[in-house]
């Protein structure tokens, strides 16, 4: 396949996915990484760094 015909057929995976009736549930430790990130926010231990600053830590 083609690079088109696999980025079609990725969407078309997507969108059928995107109306299942029952929906997709997050596993459990994706909650907790959720919860702990937001805690760090709103406690104000939170780092941020632009996408600039990740590029040139990680050499890109």
């Known amino acids: 396949m083609s690079v088109i ?22 596993p459990k430790w994706h909650e907790e990484i959720l919860f702990d990130r937001k805690e760090k926010i709103e406690s104000g231990h939170a780092n941020f760094i632009s996408l600039e600053e990740l590029k040139s830590k990680h050499g890109k």
């Open 5 to 26: 015909e696999r980025l079609q057929t990725m969407e078309a995976l997507w969108d059928s996915l995107t109306r299942e009736p029952t929906g997709i549930k997050s």
